[in-house]
Nanobody
Framework: VQLQASGGGSVQAGGSLRLSCVST????????MGWYRQTPGQQRELVAA???????NYGDSVKGRFAIAKDDAKNAVYLQMNNLEPEDTGVYYC????????????WGQGTQVTVSS
């Protein structure tokens, strides 16, 4: 499985960005896709995740500001980030989990998001 992420960049606080991630090579139609982020000095944390035919799950710090959407036909996941804060600065990693007898997780390359105050 390969994941290609795009859409990072630099914005001022209060601005918006949209991240995209497309997967190829997945073997199973049912999966979970989402985003983690690595912020300076912190452990990698869940930003948002969504499974096939399931409700999204958000990290506490982004609830009400970020929205995740999944397009199973395109094997893609999108993260709309609104009202960005400097604390959202970090490297965002797309991931995919699929189950074929056991859960396997695949990661995309990180994309940098920088929010200035």
């Amino acid at each position: 499985v390969q994941l290609q992420a795009s859409g990072g960049g630099s914005v001022q606080a209060g601005g918006s960005l949209r991240l995209s991630c497309v997967s190829t090579g997945g073997a199973f139609p049912t999966n979970i896709m989402g985003w983690y982020r690595q912020t300076p000095g912190q452990q990698r944390e869940l930003v948002a995740a969504i499974g096939t035919r399931s409700n999204p799950n958000y990290g506490d710090s982004v609830k009400g500001r970020f929205a995740i959407a999944k397009d199973d036909a395109k094997n893609a996941v999108y993260l709309q980030m609104n009202n960005l804060e400097p604390e959202d600065t970090g490297v965002y990693y797309c991931y995919l989990e699929e189950y074929g007898g056991k859960w396997e997780t695949f990661w995309g390359q990180g994309t940098q998001v920088t929010v200035s105050s």
